[in-house]
Each structure stands twice: as C-alpha cells, then as structure tokens.
Nanobody, 114 residues
Framework: QVQLVESGGGLVQTGDSLRLACTAS????????MGWYRQDPGKQRRLVAT???????NYGDFVKGRFTISRDNAKNTVYLQMNSLKPEDSSVYYC????????WGQGTQVTVSS
C-alpha cells in the first residue's frame, strides 16, 4: 500500500508561482514513476508532469516550460514548481505514484486569479 499526502495549493494571482508537494509513505521501494495530473470539473484527468525513477520527465503541452517536476528521494517527496501561472492553470492537481498500480493523492486546489 502507498499513501500520498499533497500540499501547496492555494489562491494566487496571474504570474505568481506555487510549489506543490506530494509525500509518499508505505510500500514505495518498487515505484516506477510519479507525477502530477490535473482535473477540471466534468473532464478527464490531464497529464501535467511525470518522472520515472530513472529521472526521465514528460510534460503536458500546456506547461510550455513553466512547470518543473522534481523529487527529493530522502524525503520521499515529488514536487511541482509552477511558474508564470495563468487563470487557465486553475484546477485540482493530483499527484500519483505508480508501483504495480496507480495510487493517487487527495488532490489540491490551485486557483489563479486574473
């Protein structure tokens, strides 16, 4: 079992930055990948950023160099640094760890005001 706890969401203004954090506990020794998706009301989850245990990263097209995924292995934490935020970045952001299956965090709301 893997447990994930997210933090770092909030209300910011256009152009501001936020850093989301996702701390994992439990059986994560065999994790294959981790990352972030977002979900808007009535829509499917959309890729934001992922990272494999080998360090390869992948980003959603809308990120366009504004977001950076990173991890701190000592803290079992994956981060999403979000810069130059836009109102369209407003969403609920979910982290995941993928061992044999996906485990999702509880979600954190990000709201960017214009």
């Amino acid at each position: 079992q893997v447990q994930l706890v997210e933090s770092g969401g909030g209300l910011v203004q256009t152009g501001d930055s936020l850093r989301l954090a996702c701390t994992a506990s439990g059986n994560i020794a065999s994790v294959n990948a981790m990352g972030w998706y977002r979900q808007d009301p009535g829509k499917q989850r959309r890729l934001v950023a992922t990272m494999t245990t080998g360090g390869s990263t992948n980003y959603g097209d809308f990120v366009k160099g504004r977001f950076t995924i990173s991890r701190d292995n000592a803290k079992n934490t994956v981060y999403l640094q979000m810069n130059s935020l836009k109102p369209e970045d407003s969403s609920v952001y979910y982290c995941f760890y993928m061992v044999t299956t996906y485990t999702w965090g509880q979600g954190t709301q990000v709201t960017v005001s214009s």
